[in-house]
Nanobody
């Protein structure tokens, strides 16, 4: 059974910082590309940041220079450091794992989501 458990969300003032964590259970982390998505009220879920199995990263334009994704394979955990937060970053943030079972095919796993609210 694969589980992704997010933590670290909360209420923060504009300009503040938060760090999200996502711990993966099951023997999948090392073979998974990891991502953070978010879904604001009334909007579609969007990719925020992605880190490949080899550690290459990619970001949505709206968060470049403010957010950093990283992974610790020894701890089966992926992080999202969010700085200079804006009200428009308010959303439920979801952790995603794409577990590759061959070079091209993967299974998708999702966490339960954690609320991030940026407000004064």
């Amino acid at each position: 059974q694969v589980q992704l458990v997010e933590s670290g969300g909360g209420l923060v003032q504009p300009g503040g910082s938060l760090r999200l964590s996502c711990a993966a259970s099951g023997n999948i982390f090392r073979h998974s590309a990891m991502g953070w998505y978010r879904q604001a009220s009334g909007k579609q879920r969007e990719l925020v940041a992605h880190i490949s199995r080899g550690g290459n990263t990619d970001y949505a334009d709206s968060v470049k220079g403010r957010f950093t994704i990283s992974r610790d394979n020894a701890k089966n955990t992926v992080y999202l450091q969010m700085n200079i937060l804006r009200p428009e970053d308010t959303a439920v943030y979801y952790c995603n794992a794409k577990h590759y079972y061959n070079n091209n095919d993967f299974d998708d796993y999702w966490g339960q989501g954690t609320q991030v609210t940026v407000s004064s």
